[in-house]
C-alpha cells in the first residue's frame, strides 16, 4: 500500500513539472513565468521530501527547508524589482 503511495506521489510530481514548464515557456507576461519557476523550486522541493522518504535520509528533510526559504527569498527580491526595481 505504501509502494502504491510513493508510485502516486512521483506521478503527481511529474505532472505538476509538465504543467510548471508548460507555463513557463507559454507565460504571456514576465509574472507568470516567475511564477513558473516557483513552483518548479517547489516541486523540487516535494521531490527532495518525496527521497528523503524513500531513502529514509532525513537529513535531506533540512536541505529541503533551507531550498524553500532560498527560494521564498529570490521571489520576493524578484517581486519587488519588477514592482519598482532595486
Known amino acids: 500500500m505504501a509502494d502504491t ?21 507559454l507565460g504571456r507576461t514576465i509574472v507568470d513565468r516567475v511564477a513558473a519557476v516557483d513552483l518548479l523550486t517547489v516541486i523540487s522541493i516535494s521531490m527532495i521530501a518525496l527521497y528523503a522518504h ?5 537529513i535531506y528533510l533540512d536541505v529541503a527547508l533551507v531550498y524553500g526559504v532560498l527560494s521564498f ?3 520576493v527580491a524578484t517581486a ?4 519598482r526595481g532595486l
Open 5 to 25: 503511495i510513493l508510485l502516486l506521489a512521483g506521478v503527481l510530481i511529474f505532472l505538476a513539472i509538465v504543467f510548471a514548464v508548460t507555463r513557463l515557456i
Open 54 to 58: 524513500i531513502a529514509d535520509r532525513f
Open 73 to 75: 527569498l529570490a521571489v
Open 80 to 83: 519587488r524589482y519588477l514592482e
